[in-house]
């Protein structure tokens, strides 16, 4: 049994899914199959900063649960925009690359860990740069490889074809049928765990 935990931004909260997001239906799944339990402890909108201040909160709660399976999942919130909004709130490459480490070697303490990467999006409407966005992204792997975290690199899964079906109208955000795709490629690697 595992108590598996979301922890990231609004992909691992849930959003724009009605059926509660890949951790929702994670849970089901783990509770359908005496599997264990998933917790959710994603916020969206969260950049690295405001996951690393909510760390020891998520941490001390973790703890207590039995066999903990961290699932970090970054969004882009971090990423700078092209015409920006909120640039206050935007993390360089240099500080989230340091937070990284810091959340993957402190849910590590606890337990197991694997890093769900970020994944593509609509970047003409969402104001980014895809080159600067894959840098974010191409680090956030290297991090959690080099630290020996296992990744599931959504963001090389998802092909132009998959975009269309598993992103919602926002071009931000997966859809129903993205959260279903992160959940199965997490009970593929549960799978090929045991």
């Known amino acids: 049994m595992i108590t598996a935990y979301s922890f990231g931004a609004s992909t691992a909260e849930g959003s724009k899914d009605t059926e509660g997001g890949f951790v929702a239906r994670l849970h089901r799944f783990l509770r359908d199959t005496d599997g264990g339990i998933a917790i959710n402890h994603g916020i969206g909108g969260d950049t690295t900063d405001m996951m690393i201040s909510r760390l020891p909160g998520v941490?001390?709660?973790?703890?207590?649960?039995?066999?903990?399976?961290?699932?970090?999942?970054?969004?882009?919130?971090?990423?700078?925009?092209?015409?920006?909004?909120?640039?206050?709130?935007?993390?360089?490459?240099?500080?989230?690359s340091g937070s990284l480490e810091k959340i993957l070697a402190a849910t590590a303490e606890i337990g197991d860990v694997i890093y769900l990467s970020q994944y593509p999006v609509d970047y003409v409407a969402r104001s980014l740069d895809p080159d600067i966005t894959r840098r974010y992204v191409s680090l956030g792997n290297e991090i959690a490889r080099g630290?020996?975290?296992?990744?599931?690199?959504?963001?090389?899964?998802?092909?132009?074809?998959?975009?269309?079906?598993?992103i919602f109208e926002d071009g931000l955000h997966f859809n129903n049928q993205g959260h279903l795709f992160i959940c199965n490629q997490i009970i593929k690697y549960l799978n090929r765990s045991d």
Do not use: Y
Not at 76 to 87: A, Q, T
């Open 59 to 96: 941490i001390e709660d973790m703890k207590s649960r039995t066999n903990p399976l961290a699932l970090v999942t970054l969004g882009i919130n971090d990423v700078p925009r092209l015409v920006d909004e909120k640039p206050e709130i935007r993390v360089p490459l240099d500080r989230h």
């Open 147 to 166: 630290v020996g975290v296992d990744v599931i690199d959504i963001f090389q899964m998802i092909t132009p074809g998959m975009f269309d079906e598993f």
